[in-house]
């Protein structure tokens, strides 16, 4: 069977509504990605038109918080033809925020995942961690099954030094601990590919989100916590990856990944 060239994007657009008034919709008609991931979107579907819902249309598969609105929430894009969808990973305790759309596209299950973010207080961060492990653990069975796997999104932890701006003052506060450190790489070392290291190794001061609280992006003083991961079995059919640190509309940018389907 013939291999497409597709282009796979992902971004955390904190409020889609938001964005959408920063230019979203001009960024989905210039880029035209194959796929295109979004988290923090912060809406249920019922509360957006159809500009946003099927922009050039797109098919659109949306996941929203059941425990409170304007909370997380996660959507996927796409104009190949999805075999199967899924809203959560049968937990229901993370499936309840609305963190997953889960999506089968030709022979590849792919994740578009809000992961947690820990920082509030002790609980969220017990909860972040419950998160990874259990996450993880969902996604060695998929793999031990066969499957090709593409694991994308705000992962809300940096993996390296070179990651962050300040790995030193950097290394207590959530989403560079040691343990959620510790978690990327044994996630890493089970099977997956980070795609934008796997391209650019070296690359340093290369970011993904800046705090919007400490006027940090002009300085690029940021965190690479967005990515596209893949499992290692779609190591040959890799093309690019790439931070599309230029563009604005969020305190996060859209990361990209090409590969042949």
């Known amino acids: 069977m013939e291999k497409l060239p597709v282009k796979i994007v992902s971004w955390n657009v904190n409020g889609i509504r938001a964005c ?12 035209r990605p194959d796929v295109l991931c979004l988290q923090e979107t912060k809406a249920h579907s019922d509360q957006l038109d159809e500009t946003i819902l099927t922009p050039l249309n797109y098919d659109s598969y949306w996941t929203a ?15 190949l033809p999805v075999e199967k969808v899924e809203h959560g990973i049968g937990i229901k305790k993370f499936d309840d925020e609305g963190r997953f759309v889960v999506t089968q596209i030709h022979d590849v299950l792919l994740y578009n995942v809000y992961f947690p973010n820990g ?22 069975k998929k793999m031990a099954s066969g499957h090709k796997i593409i694991v994308l999104g705000d992962y809300n932890v940096a993996h390296k030094e070179m990651d962050v701006y300040d790995p030193v003052r950097l290394s207590k506060v959530s989403g ?20 934008f290291r796997y391209f650019h ?22 965190w690479r916590i967005d990515y596209i991961c893949v499992s290692e079995n779609l190591k040959p059919q890799l093309k690019s990856a790439d931070i ?10 859209p990361v990209v990944l090409e590969l042949e389907i």
């Open 20 to 31: 959408t008034k920063k230019g979203f919709i001009d960024f989905v008609e210039r880029e």
């Open 119 to 140: 920082s509030a207080r002790e609980e969220r961060h017990d909860y972040k961690q419950e998160f990874l492990k259990k996450f993880h653990r969902h996604l060695i």
């Open 65 to 79: 918080a059941s425990t409170r609105k304007g909370y997380s929430g996660t959507a996927t894009y796409t104009t």
């Open 201 to 222: 190794p070296d690359a340093k001061e290369r970011f993904s989100w800046w705090s919007y609280r400490e006027m940090a992006r002009p300085a690029n003083r940021g």
């Open 244 to 253: 599309w640190d230029q563009q604005e509309g969020s305190d996060h940018c």
């Open 176 to 195: 560079f601990l040691p343990e959620e450190r510790d978690w990327f790489q044994q996630f890493l070392d089970s099977g997956f590919i980070d795609t």
